[in-house]
């Protein structure tokens, strides 16, 4: 009989505590392989770890190498042009394309299926694919020549100056689309009788737009700019892809940085160093966004 | 999206009215072409022979149409060392992304659900925590997972990967069920409590039928992130376990022998036709998927 009213008890507590019975080994798998990973990488950043990890405490010395190698800047460099070219081209295309959208289309449908399939290709897919448009060859410098412009010169995949440009032509290819879908969806959430109000008061269609609905648009703003710039400072698949890097470690950025310091030359500390940068650069841009979304989703 | 029903901004009338619609469909083509051209030009370079590739432009039609690359980009192109061409790694893909879809799928459910209807005390602050995850840069990951895999002994193999996509791919699982299901009422599950239902009877008999669009959004997502991965893939593989997209990588910038455009070509498509396939099936909810990624549903 005790053991009865033992095993009901049990029962109900197990059942009560079942949610967080349930939430707590995967909140511990996110504790564990995030957190956990990346106090691991922090520290190591503060060892003398080069081809081995080694635990002894190092303070800020391969935080000064990094700052030291010429390589680093190069990235950095490259991040900030890519980034800003990346960022501005995309959300340009994206608002103008939202907005030609939104006048009543009728293969609107279809049209938006176009612009936004390459989203779903790999990094890898389009990379491949723009390396053979832009090889110097046999891809659009020849078909210039072949038009009849002898003397045109177009080998930015191959020119270290220049070569960090036809990352920033794929990955606009790639991604304005997804700049104009975010921005179809905020115009669609403008309220009809704030444009007709506007119509009716003579306003025409390019005073509409940049006086009232653009404004309006301010959150989908910030919020696209986010998500392409958390694209950019991830960009690792495609700069493989399309230039491996090169020519030397020209286009080199951040992501690939840190893979060649672990995986190639084996310098894990400078490694470490490098992936905490990336990390603290996309905390302080991440981390206030989510504050702000999940304030106002917050039941 | 929904359409508006009035009209829009830009009424045709007059022909001034006329000639800015010509010119918006002009501009809205032309990007038609920007976004079809590759697509195009992969295609039409991959059903070629080599010596037409290098006779003519690369934006022309075939002459005459070979499948030959095809086949070599299949079973005969060389990987590195290896030349059984793709599909063995297409292999690993499969194998590596259905496992890892469905679990972190599952997971993410449960995680959500438990998550926006049993509230509990720092229910907020574990999502937050959990979400963040989402958008590490998974730099700051690499070094210690490859170790962990190592002493796990899953280094360099597919399992070690559903591992990893599992683990990471769970905070955005949670993200867009919990996005579901914070907009589906209380009240039914309230008279399901009342009705003596449990957190698992409810969770299946109530919940998860009707979250069926929350999870055809998430297995399609989950499902493009994971095929389309590159950095797990080169970072945590090594050779005949490789998913297919390093193994493109591999195909393309093997510098030995004759540069095989049309193979090249060959090989990207195989490597995007499945995602691409589900794109244009599903487009609609690949979509929202991508607008989840905003965060907000």
């Known amino acids: 009989m005790q053991r009865a009213v033992f095993l009901k008890s049990l029962r109900q507590g197990v059942e009560r505590r079942l949610p967080l019975i349930v939430v707590s080994p995967l909140f511990a798998l996110s504790l564990f392989f995030v957190y956990g990973f990346i106090a691991w990488t922090a520290y190591i950043s503060l060892t003398k770890s080069g081809v081995m990890p080694v635990y002894t405490f190092d303070g800020l010395a391969q935080y000064e190498r990094l700052w030291a190698t010429p390589r680093w800047y190069v990235a950095l460099k490259n991040l900030f042009i890519f980034s800003s070219l990346f960022i501005g081209i995309s959300m340009a295309i994206g608002i103008l394309l939202a907005i030609l959208l939104d006048q009543r289309i009728r293969i609107e449908g279809m049209i938006r299926t176009i612009y936004l399939y390459p989203m779903a290709l790999s990094f890898i897919v389009t990379g491949t694919v723009w390396k053979w448009i832009l090889n110097p060859g046999l891809g659009i410098e020849r078909l210039m020549r072949q038009a009849g412009f002898e003397n045109f010169t177009f080998d930015w995949l191959v020119n270290s100056d220049f070569a960090i440009y036809t990352v920033v032509i794929a990955a606009v290819w790639q991604s304005s689309g997804y700049a104009m879908a975010l921005f179809l969806a905020g115009l669609r959430s403008v309220d009809d009788e704030i444009l007709k109000a506007a119509a009716i008061d003579g306003a025409g269609p390019w005073l509409v737009y940049s006086g009232i609905v653009l404004p309006m648009l301010r959150p989908v703003f910030l919020s696209t700019v986010i998500i392409l710039a958390h694209l950019a400072i991830k960009s690792f698949d495609l700069v493989v892809a399309l230039t491996g890097g090169g020519p030397g470690y020209a286009t080199d950025m951040p992501a690939t940085f840190m893979y060649a310091f672990a995986f190639q030359r084996s310098e894990l500390g400078v490694a470490a160093a490098s992936a905490v940068m990336m990390l603290m650069t996309v905390s302080a841009i991440i981390v206030p966004y989510l504050y702000s979304e999940l304030r106002g989703t917050r039941k | ?297």
Not at chain 2, 141 to 160: D, E, N, Y
Not at chain 2, 212 to 238: E, R, S, Y
């Open chain 2, 1 to 297: 999206m929904r359409r508006r029903r009035t009209s829009g901004i830009v009424r045709p009338s007059g022909p001034g009215a006329v000639m800015l619609r010509g010119l918006l469909f002009a501009v809205l083509a032309l990007f038609c072409l920007y976004y079809l051209v590759p697509l195009f030009v992969m295609v039409a370079t991959s059903l070629k022979s080599l010596e037409e590739i290098r006779a003519g432009s690369f934006l022309s039609l075939p002459r005459e149409i070979t499948f030959d690359a095809w086949g070599k980009a299949w079973n005969a192109a060389c990987v590195g060392v290896r030349c059984d061409g793709l599909e063995p790694y297409v292999w690993n893909s499969v194998l590596m992304t259905v496992p890892a879809v469905a679990i972190s799928t599952i997971l993410g459910a449960l995680n959500g659900y438990a998550l926006t209807k049993w509230r509990f005390p720092g229910a907020d602050i574990i999502f937050a925590l959990i979400l963040f995850g989402a958008f590490i840069p998974f730099q700051v990951i690499l070094l210690p997972m490859a170790r962990t895999l190592g002493q796990l002994g899953l280094a360099g193999s597919v399992p070690g990967l559903i591992l990893v996509h599992t683990v990471y791919g769970l905070a955005f699982t949670t993200l867009f069920f919990r996005n579901f299901f914070i907009g589906v009422s209380d009240g039914i599950l309230q008279a399901a409590k009342v009705d003596g239902a449990g957190f698992f009877g409810i969770f299946f008999g109530i919940v998860l039928p009707m979250s069926l669009p929350a999870i055809v959004v998430t297995v399609i997502w989950q499902f493009t992130q994971i095929w389309n991965d590159f950095l797990f893939g080169v970072a945590f593989t090594v050779g005949d376990s490789n998913p297919v997209t390093v193994a493109l990588n591999n195909v393309v910038n093997t510098s030995t022998g004759v540069k095989e455009y049309n193979v090249d070509m060959a090989a990207a498509i195989i490597a995007g036709l499945p995602t691409l396939l589900v794109y244009v099936v599903a487009g609609a909810y690949f979509v929202r998927g991508l607008s989840a990624g905003a965060v907000k549903g």
